[in-house]
């Protein structure tokens, strides 16, 4: 190795390290008075309350849309034309399944909730922070759709508004009223739910987070924080667990040695027992890999112990994965989970105080 090599691989340690600090400065402790405390006297320029939903590009959608409710027993509380809304607990978050076969499975984007939305004033606000109104969700660019009555939307249409993160993440910023439905916001769907033909196996409660792989973490980072406030309160290894609205929800950004992108969602589910969710699972038709393997392709599912050089416990907390019909990666958590410490990740908390509490 040269000098030069040296110097630079030095220089990136050192930065990496002067961040970490930085982030540290940000953390505040994850107890519920504490975070409304936060909220309260730091208010973001766009508060964010929790995910609302995902939309996902698969390559059969009658097929992905009977998988999922086999496995979750979701119902479907809105259509818009081709896309099919399926009810994430007790609403109104969703996903959403694109109608068209799509050659490039993926999460396509992802929406987090505002109170009291205002897309206009939303607009404003993202260009003010370099996201340009330029009808488009390119990188650090935003577009309204106004979703008209032939996609299930308002009569005048119901505004929706993307825009891409530093990377060209698409992001979508609704009310938290939104289902998918018609209405201003977004907030009428169904009157009668079309229910799925079986309970579902699994029963989820909500979206708990989505891991980003970004170019560049101190700046996306950055840009999340100025945004939606996102305040750290603990920590995986060196990533930083961005907390998304008062609850157990969060953000991570990720930055490995691959593209951009959405990697995953995690959900939570009630009763969270590795033995059980694999029999499930594995009932379902997908095979285990236990916890020596890694996903490589569709209806796979394998268990990671995390240690506690990555924030779990030291004989590790367990965190399941596994991939849809398309090979889509989704993980599944104990309701309690908040990305922290403990059997259930349930303990989250400041660098002050690494053990955390309970949330």
């Known amino acids: 190795m040269n000098n030069k090599t040296s110097n630079e691989d030095h220089k990136k340690v050192t930065s990496r390290r002067e961040f970490i600090a930085s982030m540290s400065s940000l953390a505040i402790g994850c107890g ?24 996902i590009a698969v390559s059969d959608p009658s097929a992905s849309i009977d998988w999922y409710q086999g496995l979750f027993g ?10 099919i809304v399926l009810r994430v607990g007790e609403g109104p978050q969703f996903i959403a399944i694109s109608g068209s076969p799509s050659s490039d499975p993926r999460i396509t984007h992802y929406c987090l909730s505002i109170d009291d939305f205002d897309y206009e004033e939303a607009v404003r606000i993202l260009a003010d922070h370099g996201v340009a109104a330029e009808n488009s969700s390119g990188p650090m660019q935003s577009r309204v759709r106004m979703r008209g009555p032939e996609f299930g939307g308002a009569p005048s249409g119901t505004p929706e508004l993307y825009f891409g993160d ?10 938290s009223s939104y289902c998918g439905g018609a209405g201003l916001n977004g ?3 169904l009157d009668t739910e079309e229910t799925a033909s079986t309970e579902g196996l699994l029963t989820i409660r909500e979206f708990n987070h989505f891991t980003l792989f970004v170019s560049d973490q101190a700046r996306s980072i950055q840009f999340y924080q100025s945004l939606f406030g996102m305040p750290v309160d603990t920590f995986q290894g060196a990533l930083p667990v961005m907390r998304v609205g008062l609850g157990r929800a969060f ?12 990697h995953h969602v995690s959900l939570a589910v009630n009763n969270f027992d590795v033995d059980r969710i694999f029999s499930v699972l594995e009932d379902y038709g ?3 890999l236990g916890e020596a393997g890694r996903a490589s392709g569709p209806l796979q599912a394998y268990v990671t112990m995390r240690g506690a ?3 779990g416990l030291l004989t590790g907390t367990p965190e399941v994965y596994f991939t849809d019909p398309d090979g889509i990666l989704l ?19 400041t660098v002050e105080n690494p053990t955390g509490r309970n949330l």
């Open 286 to 288: 997908l095979t285990i």
């Open 166 to 175: 530093p990377d060209g993440i698409v992001v979508q910023l609704q009310d």
């Open 74 to 83: 979701m119902p479907i509380v809105a259509r818009q034309r081709d896309t």
């Open 187 to 189: 907030e009428q769907c």
């Open 331 to 349: 993980q599944l958590q104990d309701n309690r989970y908040c990305g922290g410490n403990g059997y259930f990740g349930e303990l989250c908390g």
């Open 251 to 262: 953000l991570a950004l990720a930055q490995p040695p691959a593209p951009p992108g959405i």
């Open 309 to 311: 050089n990555r924030g």
């Open 32 to 55: 519920l008075g504490q975070k409304a405390a936060f909220a309260a006297q730091n208010l973001p320029p766009l508060p964010t309350t929790a995910f609302n939903h995902m939309t």
